[in-house]
């Protein structure tokens, strides 16, 4: 029993550390972002190029940990029309996102753009009340203000 404590703690501490790092990588990246397309600073006004930056990074990260180093083990069941289907939408919706994102830290301030990530889990909790989902509702909306 007393180990079952310890791996339980064990395992929350390792969650925890992954929300810390994720909170961490994802302040530094909106500084980053706006540093980068900032005109006091380094002038670079192509949100879709820096766009383009971040979605060549992120295949050249996947890549080396599941062909190089095989950190992550990849099924070998993609199929042509499995990918037309689920990996190009996603693809370019993702792409979507962060060009649209990284258009706003054109206009707004570093501040504004961490309170929009904070609102954001409620504004998931509310789109599944909306959908039926049993976890969302005004109830657990309301918890978290």
């Keep these: 029993m007393a180990d079952q404590g310890k791996k339980f703690v064990s395992e929350g501490m390792v ?49 080396i940990l599941t062909k190089a180093f095989k950190i992550l083990k990849v099924e070998e069941g993609m199929t042509l029309e499995l990918y037309a289907t689920s990996v190009i939408p996603i693809g370019a919706t993702f792409a979507m996102t962060l060009w649209l994102g990284n258009t706003a830290y054109l206009y707004i301030s570093v501040a504004f753009a961490q309170m929009l990530k904070a609102i954001n889990g409620r504004g998931l909790l509310s789109d599944g009340s909306y959908d039926g989902s049993p976890h969302g509702g005004l109830s657990v909306f309301l918890a978290g203000a």
């Design 15 to 63: 969650t925890y550390g992954y929300i810390l790092l994720y909170i961490a990588l994802s302040s530094g990246q909106i500084f980053f972002n706006k540093w980068v397309l900032s005109s006091k600073e380094v002038n670079f006004p192509y949100p879709l190029g820096l766009t383009l930056l971040h979605m060549v990074f992120s295949s050249v990260l996947c890549f």
